[in-house]
Each structure stands twice: as C-alpha cells, then as structure tokens.
C-alpha cells in the first residue's frame, strides 16, 4: 500500500508579494534614448562610409585638440564613477567634489571642440564644400549637442546632491546620469576613432 503526501503551500497574508522584475520607467526611457541615439550615429557613420568610397573626397589633419578631448572625456567618465562610488558610500564631500569635476571637464570638452572647428577653418575645411568636411561637422556637432544635454543632466544632478537629495537610498537619478554621461564619453571615443581610421 503506498503512501501519498500532499504538501500544502500555507500563505502569509500578512506578507507582500515578490515585487515582478521590471525596469524603472524613466531608465526604461533613458535606454529607449541611448537606442536611438546609437542608430542615429550607426547610420551617419554608415553613410560616410559609403560616401568615401565614391571618391572626391577631401584629406586633412585631425584637429590635435580632439586628442586632448579624448583624453579629457575619458577622465569625465573616471570622475563619473567615483561620484557614483560616493553616493553608493553616502560620502556627500566627495561626492560633490566628484560631480562638479565631472561637470568642468565636460565643459573642457566643449572649450576643445569649438578650438577643433577652428583648426579646420584655419586649414580651409567648411561645412559646406567637400563632403568629407560636412559629415566631419555632422559628426561632431551631433555629438556635441548630446554632450550638452548630458552636461545639463550633470548640472542638475549637482544641484540635488547639495540639496542631500542622492544617497544610498535615492539613486535613481545617479544612476540615470552616469549611465548616460559613461555613453556620451564611449560615443566620442568611437567616433574619433572612427575619423582618425577613415579621415
């Protein structure tokens, strides 16, 4: 004679339900974003490509500047992720220190983009003419742009972290910024890898 055991789950009505796994809209929104933005940029750099390649196509130097802006959007990225390290700590000194760093080097950038658009000027490179000088300006005006609006993200971000309003329990504002701060900074490095390899 076999026995059967029946084993019944018993639910505590007092306890709440395992929250489903989901993303936070506005993260959700922030990525939605950064798709779009990536083919946008995918697509420029597509036609570019494809524009080169048909000839009458215009060389000249790289403005040397834009090595400095490499450098100095890598080190954004770096005072980025500390500023995200210190919020995570509730470290709010450094945290501050760490954003506002943030915040000047991103307008280093624009201080070196704008020099880098003079360099071409000066060696006879328009918007207008040739179309390798177009798409260069497309490229990097387009960047720049983005840069600014992450700029103003960095801005505001400050202003919350003075007011106390990011710490270890209100991160989503952090965490949205530095996410977007770390893709502009990745997307500047492709393309001025990409316009040095293709110039």
């Known amino acids: ?17 395992d929250a489903p796994l989901s993303m936070h809209p506005q993260k959700f929104a922030l990525w939605l974003f950064i798709v779009s933005v990536v083919m946008i940029f995918a697509a420029l750099t597509s036609a570019y490509i494809v524009r080169q390649a048909e000839g009458d196509w215009l060389v000249f130097n790289m403005p040397s500047i834009f090595w400095f802006n490499t450098l100095v959007v890598a080190l954004s990225s770096v005072s980025m992720h500390f500023a995200y390290i210190y919020a ?6 450094k945290l501050k220190f760490a954003t506002a760093i943030t915040a000047v080097l991103g307008f280093a950038f624009i201080y070196g983009q704008v020099k880098g658009w003079g360099d071409l000027v000066d060696q006879g490179v328009y918007f207008v003419g040739n179309p390798a000088g177009s798409f260069m300006y497309v490229l990097t005006g387009l960047h720049l742009v983005h840069l600014l609006s992450g700029i103003i993200f960095v801005i505001v971000l400050l202003a919350f972290v003075f ?16 996410t977007y701060w770390h893709f502009l900074s990745g997307l500047w490095i492709y393309l001025f890898l990409f316009l040095l390899l293709n110039n």
């Open 1 to 17: 004679m076999s026995t059967h055991l029946s084993y019944v789950k018993i639910i505590d009505p007092n306890k709440e339900p």
């Open 163 to 178: 007011y106390n309003k990011v710490n270890s329990n209100k991160m989503l504002n952090m965490e949205m910024c530095s």
């Open 88 to 93: 995570k700590k509730d470290n709010q000194n």
